[in-house]
């Protein structure tokens, strides 16, 4: 004891005499308020206190039985009865109709009060929610977009505000849910009578693990919505009838929570000894994982328990108003609790008005002081709070992300990063380095623009390819700059890997690719077998019987039209694929549309009106005139199928200046003009959910059999393969408008192109022609039809055998016949090339039936070699050698 002490002791009267007369009065003002404590203290531990808790005995409730067992209720002179909570006994309706004095529960103390209960919080045990959508993994349920049309147990909507916050935050309506009834029973979603129940991730999960189903949560904090969790609170009656004994209450339960958080193995010892939790058979592991759980919701280390922030507070009203729970923001004046009684001044009246106002003034200091510090220490709280959960969010994100000032040295950077840098450049970085001391010349040259840019106050995102541990990786980096104020100090970057993304993507195009090629094989192969049963048929009709001349050219007549539609198949295949090769020659626009027009009126029928509407400008183009004509009979088609009850089909030509270019393709080329030709119909229109797939292969509006989805897919091929374009516009019930795009071509001067070329005539001759065909039976046939017109025959299978017999055949021979793609590693136009230089007046004529290595989509022919695409007719033989023979120059 120390020495002022003893003479206090020993001498109290003299030290009381020694005290001023303020100090006297003062004392006296103190003695009385402590028997006045006093004997609250002894009036309370005479009462009995009721706290019910929101569920079954377990871990989630460990400090409130920490505070009865280790003494720290009784020491504030309180008797406390705990009872075990249950759905049949929610502690909310137990605290307000006077069965309980306190109660613990969620975000429902909050909404019962904007309703007009007289609720008080007094401290928030669990500062972030536990509450989870828990799923089996074996869902395939990660997110809240993965929840419509599944099945979702859960409690009233009053209980579930995060849930439907989390849903409105994703733009998911309820409706698209399916909401069942909470039966508080695991076994529905282990045995998959839901799909889905509202849960606590910290019981839940550990319960599904033990019977050896995989769980899966949806955590509403990852989706901005992030509530306190279980809250002690009592009513505005008991915070009235005895604040001091409400504050007891909550120093006591924050005493063993801090308790229980640090002895976990000593609390689960206490609840296993309960009789309610050996009946229900809970085991240690049980609580030893709820426990593990429950650490990073109250964050012991971190907060101070109980802590209760008022703007998170709004918040969470905020939300309930979001969600339609209230329809105006209401004041929270009253619903936190204060422990702090305030001053009594009748008490400070009776001692005297000098008395009283030096005490008014000092009390006014002494509370603004108390004040000041409370809201620094909440400040402060608030502060460390909000760091924790931002280095938490940082720290635990599969993203790299870093800031450098504007100066390009680092300013912060997470753990992630942190070990990338150091793995894959072997050095570290640090706080200060700048870019140039981690990164090379030829890097820091190549990333320096990207950092201007975001200096700049530009946003943007970038894909970067980087190896790490000798594995390629795909990085998707987004900057932003850092502003403070007006004025930008540096950037952030925040850098995933999406390599697997890609992987996925490029798996699913692969798996569309396979698709496509499936239906059109099918397509392919249903289409050849009818064609070849026509000429196999027809064949061994001719083979088998003997009929007259007349009944034989009929069957031959129908064989050689099989294989005129089997070519124009082919034909629209190459075209679909892009490995037609072009023969573009100046043309008209105008006059093709002519031309076309008269055809359409075959084709359209009568009871459809067929108007044209050609610009009087010059529209000169350079390309396919029979791709082109493809391309009009398509989209005359299609137009003429939407009217089936007849219409209006509108031809139209106009030159287009490059500003009134649609956008895809005035991207694409700098100041061109263009000849735009629409096909226009007053039809049914085409619905808008199909038109952004109007030109993908196979997609087709018609009934089945009468659309094979290849036709508009040929068009817009063909269109790209001229460099243009081919675009729609539609509207249901008012017709569709297609328009066509091509490059105008200057070199004609806006003069009509040349008339085609009249055809050839067929002739007799007798010229030597070398034959290079790989094909025996196709080699056979073009030498059985040439010799048959008196020509002499040179055969060889391939480019190297042609070559070879060239030393006794080439000073005689006339022509060169010959396939493109060949086996022995010389093509045709390889071959062509070096006789070519060898004899430079022989004359030249590709053929080929899959130009697929050779006629790449942007091919064209050199001028004045001649093309025969198999199949082809004996006439077009004998036409294209004659034309050959009486024409010019080759050149290849």
């Keep these: ?5 003893m003479i206090l002791a020993a001498h109290p009267q003299s030290m009381f005499r020694r005290l001023s007369a303020s100090r006297q009065t003062m004392a006296v003002l103190w003695l009385v308020v402590l028997a006045v404590w006093l004997s609250t203290t002894v009036a309370r531990a005479e009462e009995r206190i009721v706290l019910q808790l929101k569920w079954y005995h377990q871990f989630q409730f460990a400090g409130f039985y ?9 020491a504030e002179g309180l008797h406390v009865i705990i009872r075990e909570g249950s759905p049949k006994r929610p502690a909310i309706q137990e605290v307000l109709e006077g069965r309980a004095d306190f109660g613990v529960s969620n975000e429902s103390v909050l909404l019962a009060r904007l309703h007009g209960e007289p609720l008080v919080a007094c401290a928030a045990i669990f500062q972030h929610s536990p509450y989870v959508v828990l799923t089996r993994a074996d869902s395939g349920i990660r997110k809240p977009s993965d929840l419509p049309g599944r099945t979702l147990m859960m409690a009233s909507p009053e209980a579930s505000v995060q849930f439907l916050a989390m849903l409105k935050h994703e733009g998911i309506p309820l409706q698209r849910v399916k909401l069942v009834p909470q039966t508080w029973d695991l076994r529905d979603l282990i045995e998959k009578r839901v799909d889905a129940v509202t849960a606590y991730s910290t019981v839940e999960p550990m319960q599904m693990r033990q019977v050896g189903v995989e769980p899966a949560m949806i955590r509403v904090t990852d989706y901005g919505v992030d509530f306190y969790g279980d809250t002690l609170f009592t009513t505005e009656t008991m915070v009235k009838k005895d604040r001091a004994q409400v504050a007891a209450f909550v120093r006591a339960t924050r005493r063993g929570w801090e308790y229980a958080m640090e002895h976990p193995q000593e609390m ?3 609840i296993l000894k309960m009789p309610e939790v050996k009946r229900r058979g809970l085991r240690r592991e049980n609580l030893e994982s709820e426990a593990k759980e429950m650490r990073p919701l109250i964050l012991p280390e971190l907060v101070d328990m109980g802590h209760m922030n008022p703007g998170r507070w709004e918040r969470m009203e905020q939300i309930f108003q979001e969600t339609g729970f209230i329809r105006h923001k209401q004041s929270l004046k009253g619903f936190l609790f204060e422990p702090d009684p305030g001053i009594d001044t009748g008490l400070l009246w009776s001692l005297g008005c000098v008395l009283a106002l030096a005490l008014l003034i000092g009390g006014i200091v002494l509370l603004w002081n108390v004040q000041l510090r ?26 790299s992300i870093w800031s450098v000032d504007r100066d390009l040295r680092y300013i912060i950077f997470n753990s992630h990063f942190h070990r990338l840098v150091e793995e894959s450049l072997g050095r570290p970085p640090e706080v200060g380095m700048a870019l140039s001391e981690i990164l090379s010349a030829e890097e820091l040259a190549e990333r320096k623009p990207l950092y201007d840019r975001a200096l700049a106050g530009e946003r943007f995102l970038w894909e970067v390819n980087r190896t790490f541990r000798n594995v390629p990786h795909i990085l998707a980096e987004s900057f932003s700059p850092i502003s403070n104020g007006r004025e930008i100090t540096g950037v952030t970057v925040f850098s995933y890997d999406i390599t697997e993304q890609r992987k996925l993507e490029e798996q699913y195009r692969q798996s569309q690719k396979m698709d496509a090629i499936g239906q059109l094989a099918g397509g392919v192969a249903h289409d050849f077998n009818n064609l070849l049963m026509v000429i196999q048929g027809n064949a061994s009709l001719a083979l088998m019987a003997e009929l007259p001349p007349e009944e034989v050219h009929a069957i031959l007549q129908d064989i050689v039209t099989a294989t005129e539609r089997a070519a124009a198949l082919t034909s629209q295949l190459l075209a679909f694929s892009r490995r037609q090769p072009m023969q573009p020659r100046d043309l008209e626009m105008n006059t093709i549309v002519t031309e076309a027009s008269r055809m359409f009126g075959r084709l359209i029928g009568e009871d459809i009106t067929l108007q044209t509407e050609l610009t009087p400008s010059p529209t000169p183009v350079h390309a396919d005139s029979g791709m082109i004509e493809q391309v009009l009979l398509n989209l005359a088609v299609n137009a003429r199928d939407a009217m089936p009850h007849g219409g209006q089909l509108t031809l139209r030509t106009r030159v287009v200046p490059p500003q009134d270019l649609p956008g895809k393709l005035a991207a694409r080329v700098d100041g061109e003009e263009f000849v735009q030709v629409d096909v226009s119909d007053n039809g049914q229109g085409i619905a808008a959910d199909c038109l952004p797939h109007i030109f993908e292969p196979f997609f087709t509006t018609k009934e089945v059999g009468k659309g094979t989805g290849l036709g508009l897919a040929t068009a817009f091929g063909i269109a790209q393969q001229h460099g243009g374009w081919l675009t ?4 249901v019930g008012h017709g569709s ?8 071509h200057a070199s004609t001067n806006g003069k009509q192109a040349a008339a085609p070329e009249p055809a050839v005539k067929k002739r007799r001759g007798n010229e030597t022609i070398l034959i290079v065909e790989d094909d025996s039976t196709v080699r056979n046939v073009v030498v059985h039809v040439l010799k048959q017109n008196g020509y002499r025959i040179y055969e060889a299978v391939n480019g190297q055998t042609a070559l070879e017999l060239w030393e006794q055949c080439g000073l005689e021979t006339d022509v060169l016949i010959t396939d493109m793609v060949m086996p022995g590693g010389v093509s045709g136009h390889e071959l062509a090339q070096q006789l070519l230089a060898k004899k430079p007046s022989l004359k030249v004529i590709y053929t080929s039936g899959y130009s697929a290595e050779v006629f790449r989509g942007d091919f064209v022919l050199p001028a004045g070699v001649d093309f025969l695409r198999k199949p082809y007719r004996a006439e077009d033989l004998l036409a294209a050698v004659g034309k050959a023979l009486d024409g010019g120059k080759t050149s290849v």
């Design 1 to 5: 004891m120390c020495p002022e002490r």
């Design 268 to 270: 689960i010892d206490l």
């Design 737 to 744: 408008t297609f328009s066509l795009f091509l490059p105008r």
């Design 374 to 399: 409370r809201k620094v220490e909440r400040s402060t709280r608030d502060v460390r709070l909000s760091e924790a959960n931002l280095t938490a969010l940082i720290e635990n994100t599969s993203a």
């Design 66 to 74: 920490a505070a009865d067992v280790k003494g720290f209720y009784a």
């Design 728 to 731: 729609v516009e539609s509207m």
